[in-house]
């Protein structure tokens, strides 16, 4: 089945410490995204991709960063530098054939909690 | 920059009654895209309901609806005959056409009562 599978559902950071979450997808879609969800705020975008090798700021990058080598992976690192990590993370992906016209596809998420 | 509210942090309603969830948005282009999108406590995000703005019917899927007023940038899900199931938080989100990312509303809390 064709789907978006993100990796581990849950997590814990220690502080000073890089963690990654894994999105890979096989649903053959160009765009990429990361989303962060507090209670109370809805989801924001940290990156976005829209192609192999390249990739975009959202509203809230500072702190993160991704990497997009293969069209089915779209890692994100949480770095030390983001101060306040801990909440769900949420990758989804579009085909992007006809851009703002499409749903996107939301993986199942990732609770990051520090330690 | 595009933003979207909304007003009602939880709303309940009697299962088989109809509640409506509001939402309002802010932009200044003419052609884009709005969505309700339902996140049941399982927290996968699921599409309930798409409408584009240059389309002036209403959507519908089924027992959801919605009401689109362009001017008032006003865009509201009606749920009829509400069943345990719709329970979950309802997220209202925008995209400009052409564009390259949604734009999230809060969110609201629906309960529904047996």
């Known amino acids: 089945d064709g789907g978006i599978t993100q990796s581990p559902k849950y997590l814990f950071r220690k502080e000073g410490q890089n963690v990654t979450l894994s999105c890979e997808q096989n649903l053959n879609h160009d765009a990429m995204y990361w989303y962060r969800q507090d209670p109370g705020q809805g989801l924001r975008l940290i990156y976005y991709s829209q192609i192999v090798n390249d990739f975009q700021k959202g509203d809230i990058a500072e702190g993160y960063s991704v990497s997009r080598e293969k069209k089915e992976s779209f890692p994100l690192t949480v770095t030390s530098a983001q101060k306040n990590p801990t909440a769900f993370y949420l990758c989804?992906?579009?085909?992007?054939?006809?851009?703002?016209?499409?749903?996107?596809?939301f993986g199942s998420g990732t609770q990051l909690s520090v330690l | 920059a595009q933003t979207v509210t909304q007003s009602q942090p939880e709303m309940s309603v009697q299962e088989a009654e109809t509640v409506t969830l509001s939402c309002t948005y802010d932009?200044?282009?003419?052609?884009?895209?709005l969505f309700w999108y339902k996140q049941p406590p399982s927290r996968q995000m699921i599409l309930v309901i798409r409408q584009e703005a240059y389309k002036q019917q209403n959507a519908t899927e089924n027992r959801f609806s919605v009401n689109f007023q362009k001017a008032a940038k006003s865009f509201s899900l009606k749920i009829s005959d509400s069943q345990l199931g719709d329970a979950a938080m309802y997220f209202c989100a925008y995209e400009m056409e052409y564009g390259n990312k949604l734009v999230f509303g809060a969110g609201t809390i629906l309960r529904v009562k047996s």
């Open positions: 932009t200044s282009e003419s052609d884009y895209y």
């Open positions: 989804a992906s579009s085909p992007r054939k006809v851009p703002g016209s499409e749903k996107l596809f």
